[in-house]
């Protein structure tokens, strides 16, 4: 049973502010762009129904594993992140947005990817930047919240914001690669929609003068398994070469002597 708590409640109300539906948008776009050319069989997206991150995949199979909610053209599937019902090698694509923020232990999440993705499977992860303007006015506000201020946090208070270094280290420890990543939501972490909508601008400028700075990252890691796949290519090819000559010679001589 996926285990529900006030963290991801509090993200979900968190989303339905103006900087929410902000960062909502460019994940949302994100996601449709990248998973439209991933295949295979069996996708799994695992967490935040508020993001219908499969709709634009073409796998037949897709799951939504969430607290029961469905996404359109998915089937709900009921799950914690870190014991998923699911056999080794059984997926081809999962999605994780800010999954990792709120597991009670988000390496024994990602190892579970590990063990459900197929070989050259996918993973692509949505989180929180600490190293930007926004996460950095977050612990500011939990500076202050320790010190005896009332004042609520800008972000939701899921676990640790994960760094995208971080990140990446983890998953190279489980065999992964780093294919691709990109960061977005760069204006300034301000709560009116009036002032986020002053400072589009930056949107169009972040990529290129901050790029490590955006509010929220993407990023897509393709699960390796080193060497299984080319030993048994590298095998058969051999053996095709050293049989070929023989079979060719047994045919000219068996021809001379008739």
């Given amino acids: 049973m996926l285990t529900t708590n006030h963290s991801s409640d509090e993200l979900t109300h968190w989303l339905d502010t103006p900087p929410g ?69 059984s997926l081809d694509l999962v999605v994780l947005p800010h999954t990792l923020e709120l597991a009670r232990d988000p390496h024994l999440t990602l190892a579970e990817v590990e063990r459900v993705l197929v070989p050259e499977g996918r993973v692509v992860i949505l989180g929180f930047n600490p190293a930007s303007l926004w996460g950095l006015r977050q612990r500011l506000g939990r500076m202050r919240q320790r010190l005896g201020s009332g004042e609520p946090l800008f972000l939701p208070q899921p676990g640790d914001f994960i760094g995208y270094g971080r990140l ?50 993407m990023l897509v890691a393709v699960k390796r398994v080193r060497g299984m796949r080319l030993v048994g290519l590298v095998r058969r090819e051999r053996s095709k070469t050293q049989a070929a000559p023989a079979v060719v010679a047994n045919h000219h001589s068996q021809r001379e002597k008739t």
């Avoid at 990446?168 to 709560?191: K, Q, T």
Wanted: hydrophobic letters at 45%; a neutral charge; aromatic letters at 14%.
């Fill in 21 to 89: 539906r902000y960062l909502l948008a460019w994940e949302q776009a994100q996601l449709d762009r990248v998973v439209a050319d991933l295949f295979g069989f069996h996708a799994l997206q695992l967490g935040l129904p508020e993001l219908e991150a499969l709709r634009s995949n073409r796998m037949p199979h897709r799951w939504l594993a969430s607290d029961g909610l469905a996404l359109r053209r998915a089937v709900a599937l009921h799950c914690d992140t870190d014991a998923l019902p699911l056999p080794e090698r």
């Fill in 168 to 217: 990446r280290d983890w998953l190279r420890l489980l065999s992964f690669e780093v294919e691709g990543g990109r960061f977005g939501g760069y204006r300034p972490p301000v709560a009116s929609e009036r002032w986020l909508a002053r400072y589009t601008w930056m949107d169009r400028t972040g990529d290129r003068w901050w790029p490590v700075f955006g509010a929220v990252y």
